[in-house]
């Protein structure tokens, strides 16, 4: 084992600590605009990535009447957000190196949790191949099939397994685990 998080300086642990938690408002900010944009079915997904966007008006028309405030609800907010090759490519530029850094971020983590070999690779290539399942499955929906958009659900379920898996192993080991354990390993 490189480092061990039960027996690192508490200084460490609360670094780990903030990274985690800076990481799990992130994710549940990601979560919320995946809910917003996109929706955590393939078949949203599909409808989002493989349909072509559509192209703005050549001009735009504002009407105003007087509406009653029960109206507002009945009002249609179920529109499909569509994304094009162009956004496509600008989110791929942006978020996959990003995930890339919390992946190796999370596994530095990983290799303090004092678990076995097989299962820090376990961990570790979960944490990297959620994202490309992601992206890959936006890309292959897009270009190819609208079923491809199952990848892109399981990969961002998996980037949250990943997150869950390793904040808890992290937080048990650094803060939960009795002192006796923490000093015999």
């Known amino acids: 084992m490189l480092y061990d998080l039960a027996r690192a300086d508490t200084r460490l642990k609360w670094l780990v600590t903030c990274l985690l938690a800076t ?3 992130a994710y549940l900010f990601g979560g919320w605009m995946v809910a917003l944009y996109a929706g955590f079915t393939p078949a949203n997904v ?16 504002m009407v105003e009447h007087p509406m009653q405030m029960n109206e507002f609800d009945a009002a249609d907010t179920t529109e499909t957000h569509l994304v094009d090759i162009k956004l496509l490519v600008q989110d791929t530029h ?3 190196p990003m995930y890339g850094v919390i992946a190796a971020m999370l596994s530095l983590v990983v290799l303090g949790l004092g678990g076995s070999r097989r299962a820090g690779f376990t ?3 979960l944490l990297f191949a959620a994202p490309w399942l992601d992206f890959a499955g936006m890309w292959l929906t897009k270009l190819a099939s609208p079923g491809f958009a199952v990848l892109t659900v ?19 080991r650094m803060w939960l685990m009795p002192k006796e354990e923490r000093t015999v390993q």
Not at 46 to 61: F, G, I, K, L
Not at 154 to 172: E, H, Q
Request: aromatic share 10%; charged share 10%; net charge neutral.
């Open 23 to 25: 990481f799990g408002v």
């Open 46 to 61: 599909a409808r989002t990535y493989a349909e072509p966007a559509a192209a703005a008006p050549e001009s735009t028309m």
């Open 94 to 96: 942006v978020h996959v």
């Open 123 to 125: 961990l570790i290539t």
């Open 154 to 172: 399981a990969g961002g379920w998996a980037m949250g397994l990943g997150y869950t898996v390793v904040t808890v192993l992290a937080l048990r």
